[in-house]
C-alpha cells in the first residue's frame, strides 16, 4: 500500500541558508500535518493543511511557512535556518479531514551546520 | 516489569512479560486517542486507537485503556517481544493531534 512519501531523506544546511521540505500524502488523504521531533523528543506539532487551507497553527516559528498544493502535496519553507532547526521533520496525512488516525512518513533529517 | 499509572520514559522488560506503558493527556476535551510506536529513525507507526465513548480497545497482543476521569491512557503489551522495543507515544486529538511524552520499551531475551 502506498504510504507518505517525504523528501529529501537527509538534508544538510548552513545557518541563514533557506530549506524546502516536501511532503506527497497518501492517496485520497486530504489532510497534511508537520511535526518536528529533536532529538529524544516527542513530536511537536508545527502546523496542519485541510483541503489546502490551513486547518491549525501549532509551535511553527515565523521563519518557517507550509503550503498545500492543488495536488494535496505539502511544503514546508525554511528560512533563516538556525543551529536550533537541526531535527527529523515528519509529514502525516490522514482522511477527512482529521480526528483520524495519522499516517507517518519516514521524516526528513535536517542538520543545520 | 511493569509499570502501572505513573509515566516513565524508560521500561525495561523481559521477553514474555507484559508491559504497560502510561500515558496523561492534557486536554479534558480530546475525543479521539492513539498509540504510536517509533523505532530508531523511522516514523511513528500507528498501534491502535480509543474513542472518548469507550474504556478500553483490544488488539492483536495490545490493549489501550482509557480513563477520562484522570485523563489517563494506557496501552498494555501482552507477551512482549524482542521486536517490540521502540519509543511509545500517546497522542491526543483535540483539534489537532499532540504527542504525549515518549516511553522507550527496551526488551531483554
Known amino acids: 500500500a502506498a504510504g507518505v512519501i517525504q523528501s529529501p531523506r537527509h538534508l544538510i544546511k548552513e545557518k541563514r541558508e533557506t530549506a524546502t521540505l516536501k511532503c506527497y500524502p497518501i492517496?485520497?488523504?486530504?489532510?497534511v500535518y508537520w511535526y518536528q521531533q529533536g532529538p529524544g523528543q516527542d513530536p511537536q506539532f508545527l502546523i496542519s493543511?485541510?483541503?489546502?487551507?490551513?486547518?491549525d497553527k501549532g509551535s511553527i516559528p515565523d521563519r518557517f511557512s507550509a503550503q498545500q498544493f492543488s495536488d494535496y502535496h505539502s511544503e514546508l519553507n525554511m528560512s533563516s535556518l538556525e543551529l536550533g532547526d537541526s531535527a527529523l521533520y515528519f509529514c502525516?496525512?490522514?482522511?477527512?479531514?482529521?480526528?483520524?488516525?495519522?499516517?507517518f512518513g519516514s521524516g526528513t533529517q535536517l542538520s543545520v551546520l | 516489569g511493569e509499570s502501572v499509572g505513573l509515566h516513565l520514559p524508560t521500561l525495561s522488560v523481559q521477553e514474555g512479560d507484559n508491559s504497560i506503558i502510561n500515558c496523561a493527556y492534557s486536554n479534558s476535551a480530546s475525543d479521539y486517542f492513539i498509540w504510536y510506536k517509533q523505532e530508531s529513525g523511522k516514523g511513528p507507526q500507528f498501534i491502535i486507537d480509543i474513542r472518548s465513548n469507550m474504556d478500553k480497545r483490544q488488539g492483536q497482543r495490545v490493549t489501550v485503556l482509557l480513563n477520562k476521569t484522570v485523563k489517563h491512557l494506557s496501552l498494555q503489551i501482552a507477551a512482549t517481544q524482542p521486536g517490540d522495543s521502540a519509543v511509545y507515544f500517546c497522542?491526543?486529538?483535540?483539534?489537532?493531534?499532540?504527542f504525549g511524552a515518549g516511553t522507550r520499551l527496551t526488551v531483554k531475551p
Open positions: 502525516a496525512s490522514s482522511q477527512t479531514g482529521g480526528n483520524e488516525k495519522l499516517f
Open positions: 493543511f485541510y483541503e489546502k487551507m490551513q486547518s
Open positions: 497522542a491526543e486529538w483535540g483539534g489537532d493531534m499532540r
Open positions: 492517496p485520497r488523504h486530504d489532510t
